[in-house]
């Protein structure tokens, strides 16, 4: 289950939402703290965690799936989100530095497919990131935010999908341990209990990240997204050709 772009859209545009991307946006910067002349890809509804790389990095592109819709973005700039399946890209093979990945593995029917459709378009130095709920966390089981839909991880589950993949994880941390609340005291002491529940309690964050690294050795064995028919409703200037879209929604 998918959730819809308009409902994502409300979300991080409420406070809640807005803490959430801050706190999201910081642990992404641990992970890759430049990104300088890279090329970004986003899958899922990445955009209010992309902002930060676009005055760095040289491409930066948001592709939400057709179950989702489709979002303008940015709106004050030339577009750069596409509409397109999850699993069949509308890019060549090795085009991207970085993919990051959220609101988007745990809503798939094809997670594995998902992800070695990543596999293609990243180069073979590129990295991934992975941001799904946690099982155990407090974010899978309130309905108030997206991270309550589709299927939730393990941090075992989400290493050994990346493996299967062809991906080697190399690291992984833990976001989101205050609780999903819009009370203005809690939004406020966000950052103090972010770095308690890192320190104290890792289990219990709202969502996991997972980076991965692309197996290289692996570039010689099946190839199965290669060949695929692809379409999209736009594309981010600079980046490819468009193709003739499908009917879609878009915001």
Same mark, same amino acid.
């Given at each position: 289950?998918?959730?819809?772009? *308009?409902?994502?859209?409300?979300?991080?545009?409420?406070? &809640? #939402?807005?803490?959430? @991307?801050?706190? /999201?946006? $910081?642990?992404?910067?641990? *992970?890759?703290?430049?990104?300088?002349?890279?090329?970004? &890809? #986003?899958?899922?509804? @990445?955009?209010? /965690?992309? $902002?930060?790389?676009?005055?760095?990095?040289?491409?930066?592109?948001?592709?939400?799936?057709?179950?989702?819709?489709?979002?303008?973005?940015?709106?004050?700039?030339?577009?750069?989100?596409?509409?397109?399946?999850?699993?069949?890209?509308?890019?060549?093979?090795?085009?991207?530095?970085?993919?990051?990945i959220v609101h988007a593995l745990e809503s798939t029917h094809h997670p594995h497919a998902f992800l070695r459709e990543a596999w293609r378009v990243l180069k073979d130095s590129g990295r991934i990131l992975v941001v799904v709920p946690n099982r155990m966390g407090v974010w899978s089981h309130l309905e108030r935010t997206p991270f309550a839909v589709g299927r939730p991880y393990s941090r075992l589950q989400l290493q050994s999908l990346l493996r299967d993949a062809l991906f080697t994880p190399?690291?992984?941390?833990?976001?989101?341990?205050?609780?999903?609340?819009?009370?203005?005291?809690?939004?406020?002491?966000?950052?103090?209990?972010?770095?308690?529940?890192?320190?104290?309690?890792?289990?219990?964050?709202?969502?996991?990240?997972?980076?991965?690294?692309?197996?290289?050795?692996?570039?010689?064995?099946?190839?199965?997204?290669?060949?695929?028919?692809?379409?999209?409703?736009?594309?981010?200037?600079?980046?490819?050709?468009?193709?003739?879209?499908?009917?879609?929604?878009?915001?």
């Amino acid at each position: 289950m998918w959730t819809d772009i *308009v409902d994502l859209r409300d979300f991080y545009a409420s406070s &809640l #939402g807005q803490m959430t @991307a801050r706190l /999201l946006r $910081r642990r992404i910067r641990e *992970v890759w703290p430049n990104l300088t002349g890279e090329a970004v &890809l #986003g899958l899922g509804f @990445a955009p209010p /965690l992309l $902002r930060a790389g676009l005055d760095e990095a040289r491409h930066v592109a948001a592709v939400m799936p057709p179950a989702m819709g489709v979002l303008r973005w940015p709106s004050e700039s030339p577009c750069r989100s596409v509409l397109a399946d999850e699993i069949s890209l509308p890019f060549p093979d090795l085009m991207f530095d970085r993919v990051l990945i959220v609101h988007a593995l745990e809503s798939t029917h094809h997670p594995h497919a998902f992800l070695r459709e990543a596999w293609r378009v990243l180069k073979d130095s590129g990295r991934i990131l992975v941001v799904v709920p946690n099982r155990m966390g407090v974010w899978s089981h309130l309905e108030r935010t997206p991270f309550a839909v589709g299927r939730p991880y393990s941090r075992l589950q989400l290493q050994s999908l990346l493996r299967d993949a062809l991906f080697t994880p190399t690291q992984s941390t833990g976001a989101l341990y205050l609780p999903p609340s819009h009370s203005r005291m809690l939004l406020a002491s966000a950052s103090a209990v972010e770095e308690v529940g890192r320190r104290w309690f890792q289990g219990l964050s709202g969502v996991l990240m997972a980076e991965a690294a692309k197996q290289v050795y692996a570039a010689g064995l099946t190839r199965e997204a290669t060949a695929k028919k692809r379409s999209v409703v736009a594309l981010p200037q600079g980046m490819g050709r468009m193709s003739h879209p499908p009917s879609a929604r878009s915001f």
